[in-house]
Every structure is written in structure tokens, then in C-alpha cells.
């Protein structure tokens, strides 16, 4: 028996690295559903020859007039000045969703702009590589990851039950929250981790003397503590601004963690903040081994 579609015709706005890699992951577990991709004419000719998109514009009104599914990969800025005209052009029945990392704004905006007709539904895919582009687009990036949606999973409205199922049928662990929840949460387990690593690199890269020193005794360990500093600035800028007063306070707490571990180099308190710390380790490699499983 065939499995119903949840979507007919689905746009992806931006299909870099989140964008192609919902669009690949549509083309893996629903071949049927006729994918359109708005972008840059050199990004939707990579798209179409990857198999991640049946066609592509560089027209907006085109991409989304007839997508029953509207999936905006963009950053916060320009998702923000896409959603008017989006909300104007798509049909009555259609859902659009986003995937940014900062959702207060973007749901404020969306209040606004979707006031009757078509439904919009916050969206945040816990998942991404310290490289974008639709060259490294992933159909499995979803798979065994987080998903924040932003609302309840009480939710009535047909349209979110299908998006719903349809990440679900990607393997992602869909997580409801509020806009304001899921911003103060990413600013601790995301936000604070990237500024983190770039303050390690600044501290490694001041520190380092014409010698080579002590970079060129580096081992794996600092490797792994600062993957996330190969981020590009591009990706995190208009994240930084629409989250700010959340990192701050996050950055407080590191600061704080931080006076209390200089303080502690040299007594018990120290072992209890190993002990902590390797608790939390385990309890994530727990998580992980999960969803490898």
C-alpha cells in the first residue's frame, strides 16, 4: 500500500547546507513530493545535479506560489525580509516553516505577517557541519538529531501533524518548546560552545611565538575542543544580535565558571568539577550511543 504524501510540492528557500540537506533527505524518503529550490542560479545548478531538487528559481513569487510546503533555509536577516512577501504569495493551504537558530524574532515577525490563511511553524534543526554550501548537504543531517518546533505537539492543524511526521520519517527527535525557551537553551548548549571555542583560539593564537610555540605542541585534544572555531562568521552574525541578551547572560555564567575554577587550581573543589564535568560527558556519549543505535 502506497504511503500517503505528506506534501505535494514543497519550495526550499536557500538550499545551502540545511536547505539541500532537506532536500535531499525529501528525495530520499518521499521521491514523490516535486521539490523547487529558490537560490542563486550557480546554487540551484548544484542542487539539480546532486538530485536534491527537481527545478529551481531565482524568483521567489515562482518558487512559492505552488508549494503547499514553503522551508526557509536562510539566516535570520534574510528570512525576516523574506517572510512578508512569502506570506503574500503562497497559497491559503500552506505551511511555512524556517530553520533558524533564533526564534523569538523570527515568530514575532511571522505573528504579524501570517494572520490568516497560511499557517506558519517555527523550526530549528539541531544539526549542521563547521562547513556550509550544498556541496557538503547531507540526506542523513537530520537523522538521530534534535528538532525544535516552536508550539505543542497538541497541535490540531493537519498541516504541522504531517511536517511533524515528515521529520520524524527523517529520523529527527522532534522537541516542542517556546520561542523563549528554545533561544535561552541554544545560548547555553550552542551559542556559548562557538563563542567559547573562538576565545580559546584567541588565546592560543596571541600565545603562540614565532617559534611555532606552544601551538606545535598541540595534540588532538585541542583539535576537538576548537572544531567549532572553523565556523564562518556569516552563519553566526545575525544570530549573535537576535539572541544577545541570552549569550550575554551566558557568557556571564562561563565568566563566573571560570573565576571559580582559577580560584580552585589548587584544592578538593577542583576534583568536583572533574567529577561534574564527567558526569555530564557520560550522560551526552549516552545519548549519542542512542541514536546510533
Known amino acids: 500500500m502506497e504511503t500517503a504524501l505528506p506534501f505535494r510540492h514543497v519550495a526550499i528557500i536557500g538550499v545551502g547546507l540545511i536547505g539541500g540537506s532537506f532536500a535531499l533527505a525529501l528525495r530520499k524518503h518521499f521521491p514523490q513530493v516535486k521539490v523547487t529550490a529558490f537560490d542563486r542560479e550557480a546554487v540551484i545548478s548544484s542542487a539539480i545535479a546532486r538530485d536534491a531538487v ?132 541554544l545560548s547555553v548548549v550552542s551559542h556559548l560552545p562557538q563563542l567559547a571555542a573562538l576565545a580559546l583560539a584567541r588565546v592560543v593564537s596571541d600565545e603562540t611565538d614565532e617559534t611555532g610555540l606552544p601551538l606545535t605542541l598541540a595534540g588532538r585534544g585541542l583539535q576537538d575542543t576548537l572544531r567549532l572555531a572553523g565556523s564562518p562568521y556569516a552563519v553566526w552574525r545575525d544570530v549573535f544580535i537576535a539572541n544577545q541578551d541570552n549569550v550575554r547572560r551566558a557568557l556571564d555564567r562561563l565568566a563566573q565558571a571560570i573565576d571559580h575554577l582559577r580560584t580552585s587550581l589548587s584544592g578538593r573543589e577542583l576534583e568536583d568539577e572533574f567529577r561534574a564535568a564527567n558526569e555530564l560527558f557520560r550522560s551526552l556519549r549516552k545519548e549519542q550511543q542512542k541514536t546510533e543505535d
Open 54 to 185: 527537481h527545478e529551481g528559481t531565482t524568483t521567489l513569487a515562482e518558487a512559492v506560489s505552488r508549494a503547499d510546503l514553503v522551508y526557509i533555509a536562510l539566516p535570520i536577516g534574510p528570512t525576516l525580509q523574506a517572510l512578508p512577501a512569502i506570506a503574500s504569495l503562497v497559497p491559503e493551504d500552506t505551511l511555512v516553516t524556517d530553520a533558524s537558530s533564533a526564534k523569538a524574532v523570527i515568530c514575532q515577525r511571522a505573528v504579524h505577517d501570517f494572520q490568516t490563511g497560511a499557517r506558519f511553524l517555527g523550526g530549528h534543526p539541531i544539526a549542521g557541519k563547521e562547513v556550509s554550501g550544498i556541496e557538503n548537504a547531507d540526506s542523513e543531517l537530520f537523522a538521530g538529531a534534535p528538532y525544535a518546533l516552536i508550539g505543542s505537539e497538541e497541535d490540531p492543524d493537519p498541516r504541522v501533524l504531517r511536517f511533524a511526521e515528515l521529520l520524524r520519517e527523517m529520523g529527527a527527535k522532534l522537541v516542542w518548546c517556546d520561542a523563549a525557551t528554545h533561544d535561552w537553551a
